[in-house]
């Protein structure tokens, strides 16, 4: 995989070559992961401040595109942007952050339904930013049915709901982040699940498909202050898969998975390097982009799965059957983007020497063809990843 990429950038620098001047505009961009990459935790990575001068102009400006792709999910992006510009020393602004729910934002067709959601943080604000005008949390739908709560015996409720008469059917979930507590959330899930959103009765027959399941940030395990990875969003979401393969004998059927790896968030990412190459006086395309990540089986693997999409895009042979063209339909826009990169940094998850590799990969994505994990270059930190990035494309470190 890394010599055909490596080609294909040669080929694309020789096809360009005669645009540039002695201080040419770059016709690249940067997606940078945050946890492991940036900071672990709260702490700054000690190459970070230094690092990221060298994408600064002598305005004290990004003078290459660049934006930040987390799929943590427990916040707006505007503190996410105030966070960074903490952490590197420079301003960053909301536009240059892509959460994991971010591309939730193209999903109108949802915007209008009444969605239970879940998560940490200010998640009616972030429902509210992303569009959803219909939001009932865990809290609210526990108080229309108490008798559902039923894990904590000093909390039972005998009282069976909707306590509101008036309360209306959940015609979808909208998976945000992890939630403190899982028992309960996990529960009620399975229960709405079974019950196409009105959990006051047994159903006599379990509905299948259904009601839509969108999902965000995948990840089995982050890296924070503590010695060892720790669970993430996609591990609540294997209890939940389980549960209800468990409880129903189906399979739990996602409307939509978005975050890393997934291709609609490589995609959104790659409208909004467009958006801030613009801003910085970029007027033409951007031909490849660098993504930075610690791991393999997000960061890596969702760069190499958008790398390949837009292979067969470039060659009029993305399908309908799958990905961005089922998803997204006719709200599918030209990504322009010839080539996504994969870059392994190793201060967080992964590392090249350890022993310990958790291989996970969303049930999903499994089908695909192998190789997905595999990065085109491994660096030590995300120094040596902007110090690669600028050979690579003959930038000067000034």
Known sequence: MAMKILLRLEIRKLSGAQH????????????????GVIVRGKSVLPPVPEAFKRLKDSN???????????????????????????????????????????PLTLFKQFHDKRVLISGQGPIKEIAKELGFHKTVTIDELVKNFP???????????????????????????VLLSEPTTWETPLQLMVDLLMTQGMPSALPSVVPHPHIPVLACNMDLLWVSEAPIPRYGHGAFLVCLESLYKKVTGNDLIYTALIGKPSE????HANHM???????????????TIYAVGDNINTDVFGANLYDKYLARYSKGKATKSRGLESLLGTNLVSPNVKACISILVETGVHRRDSEFIAEHCPRDFLPLESGLARPAFV????????????????????
């Open 264 to 267: 609609v968030t490589y995609y």
């Open 20 to 35: 540039f001047s002695t201080k040419p505009k770059p016709k690249f961009g940067l997606i940078f992961d945050i946890d």
């Open 379 to 398: 660096v030590k930190d995300v120094g040596e990843a902007i110090d690669l990035v600028l050979k690579e494309e003959k930038m000067d470190q000034d």
């Open 60 to 102: 004290g400006k990004f003078r290459i595109p660049t934006i930040f792709v987390t799929n943590s999910g427990n916040a707006l992006r505007s503190e996410k942007a105030a966070d960074l510009s903490k952490w590197i020393g420079y301003e960053i602004t909301e536009d240059q952050v892509v959460l994991a729910h971010s």
């Open 273 to 287: 390097i467009m958006n801030h190459a613009k801003k910085i006086g970029i007027d033409h395309n951007i031909d």
């Open 147 to 173: 008798s559902l709560d039923y894990v904590n015996k000093d909390r039972r409720n005998p009282t069976c709901g909707p306590v509101d008469r008036n309360f209306k059917p959940i015609e979808g979930i």
